[in-house]
């Protein structure tokens, strides 16, 4: 990988790292409602369906003490070389030999947040993408977000042809092998 996010120690004691469950959709569709405005939230009908089509390609964090999740990463695999929005609503989209993941979200509930989670939530997705033969991450983040996942390794392609929920997005990528 191109810049090696440091492992968490503390945070893996503390969580359990794994492919989204059926029984789990509920629970992301929440936590999305949480940590997304409306205009930026993925609908009930499409975390649904992407987590019918796709639950490889979640990954969540589980608080090992209350069993709930704390929060997770999903993306859609393809070849294409853009991000759009399409993404975002057509599961069917999913290329599952893709050789590129579109990162469709990072959730961290509240309470979850400063403490290194989202960070190792995104280490783990990068390994797990990588060992699986992908060889780029690519994602959209508003302004406020892009040193965060500049410190991740990401690198800031500039403005995306993404206006999903009426915003100007960065598209971000990590390259990976």
């Known amino acids: 990988m191109q810049g090696q996010i440091e492992v968490n120690s503390r945070i893996l004691e503390r969580f359990e790292f794994r492919d989204i469950r059926q029984e789990e959709a509920d629970q992301a ?4 409602k949480i940590c997304f405005p409306p205009n930026e939230a993925c609908s009930e009908k499409h975390m649904k369906e992407r987590i019918g089509v796709t639950p490889e390609l979640f990954l969540v964090a589980v608080d090992k003490t209350t069993g709930k999740l704390a929060g997770f990463l999903n993306g859609i695999a393809t070849d294409e070389e853009k991000f759009r929005d399409e993404f975002f ?19 961290v ?10 960070r190792e939530i995104v280490r783990c997705y990068l390994q797990r993408e990588e060992e699986k033969g992908r060889k ?39 390259y990976l092998r």
């Open 89 to 107: 609503t057509d599961a069917s989209l999913n290329n599952p030999k893709g050789k590129k993941v579109m990162i469709l979200g990072l959730d």
């Open 29 to 32: 569709v929440l936590i999305e």
């Open 109 to 118: 509930l509240p309470e979850y947040r400063g403490q290194g989670l989202a």
């Open 136 to 174: 780029e991450i690519v994602l959209t983040c508003l302004d406020e977000k892009v040193e965060m996942y500049k410190r991740f390794g990401f690198v800031d392609l500039g403005m995306s042809d993404s206006v999903w929920g009426g915003e100007e997005w960065h598209e971000m990528t990590y």
